[in-house]
């Protein structure tokens, strides 16, 4: 239901309990400890986590900073919200860069834009939205009126799992608030001279509605680092695969080339140059960080390798 470091709080039979990981799960790496949304096995006291089921999805990122391990945010998760202001705030980039974790993850996403309330024109952020990645719903609202919010709903029902992503202040918060038709979470405004949001989740939670459905609250996350989703970037961005398949030169790097379908595209404003840039930096990005993953795995593997030979090693010298 929760983690919090390496606090962890289930739910089972007997109510909500703090367990613990087994000395086994603790040793190996965090994309297979347990996170928000795991089914989970307990040992006979209840108290420890002893393994973990397998996910029908997972939503993860590149741990922030100088980590190069894979994290898991929440898993079997069903919908993505994706929630971003009608205001300073708003970004194609990052809304591509959530897309193509959702689709790695094998979630539904859905594009959420609050504070559409206070803006004069909120159908150009809707085109703006939809412009990031073709046939993905787009829903403007007003997070704080359970009118404006009840085609969110439509996505919730006793079955399904939704989580909310999305920065500090754009109201994740206020959503599930407005869900639940109760506080359960608290909330705050934004920073006046740069539009950035104040944290008001601290950590990830699993919250049941009144509908019987479940909905995550994750919180905003600085950085949002990409590995193992080659697949997952040319779905997002599908209209620049599209073009590329027409470039005159197979190895196009959509740059000075002549006979470059993506450039003419741009020149003829059927392409905006921003989302090439950013489809560039996303496989850029998500090339060296997979390198630098699969080196460290092959590490991990020789490593192993070299503990089980020294171990055969002492055992053969006891057999003498």
């Known amino acids: 239901m929760s983690v919090q470091r390496s606090k962890i709080t289930v739910a089972c039979d007997s109510g909500e309990q703090m367990v613990e990981l087994t000395p086994a799960l603790l040793r190996k790496a965090p994309i297979d400890r347990p996170t928000v949304g795991d089914w989970v096995v307990l040992d006979e006291s209840l108290s420890r986590i002893e393994n973990v089921l397998e996910r029908k999805s997972l939503f993860k990122r590149l741990g922030a900073g100088a980590s190069n391990e894979l994290q898991p945010i929440a898993a079997n998760i069903d919908t993505l919200f994706i929630v971003t202001s009608c205001n300073e705030e708003f970004k194609e980039s990052r809304l591509e860069r959530y897309l193509a974790l959702c689709t790695e993850a094998g979630a539904m996403p859905v594009i959420v834009l609050t504070k559409a309330d206070l803006v004069e024109d909120a159908d150009t952020y809707v085109r703006r939205a939809r412009k990031t990645q073709s046939g993905v719903p787009v829903e403007a609202i007003n997070a704080l009126d359970p009118a404006s919010i009840k ?97 005159r030169f197979a190895d196009c790097n959509h740059e000075t080339e002549p006979g470059c379908a993506v450039l003419k595209a741009i020149e003829e404003g059927e392409l905006d140059r921003r989302r090439l840039s950013n489809y560039k930096k996303l496989l850029r ?35 003498t």
Do not use: Y
């Not at 999305?166 to 608290?186: E, H």
């Not at 950085?223 to 997002?236: N, P, Q, Y």
């Open 151 to 247: 085609g969110l709903s439509s996505w919730i029902d006793n079955t399904s799992t939704v989580a909310l992503v999305g920065s500090s202040g754009v109201g994740k918060s206020t959503i599930l608030n407005t869900l639940a038709g109760r506080v359960l979470a608290s909330t705050g405004g934004i920073r006046e001279d740069d539009k950035k949001g104040r944290h008001t989740t601290t950590h990830r939670e699993l919250r049941i509605l009144p509908s019987g459905g479940l909905i995550v609250d994750v919180p905003g996350m600085r950085e949002l680092r990409v590995a193992d989703i080659d697949g997952s970037i040319d779905a997002v961005f599908d209209d620049i695969e599209a073009l590329a398949a027409q470039c």
């Open 285 to 319: 990005e998500n090339a060296l960080a997979t390198a630098t993953l699969a080196e460290k795995r092959a590490q991990g593997r020789d490593f192993a390798k070299m503990v089980k030979k020294v171990k055969a090693l002492k055992q053969s010298k006891g057999d």
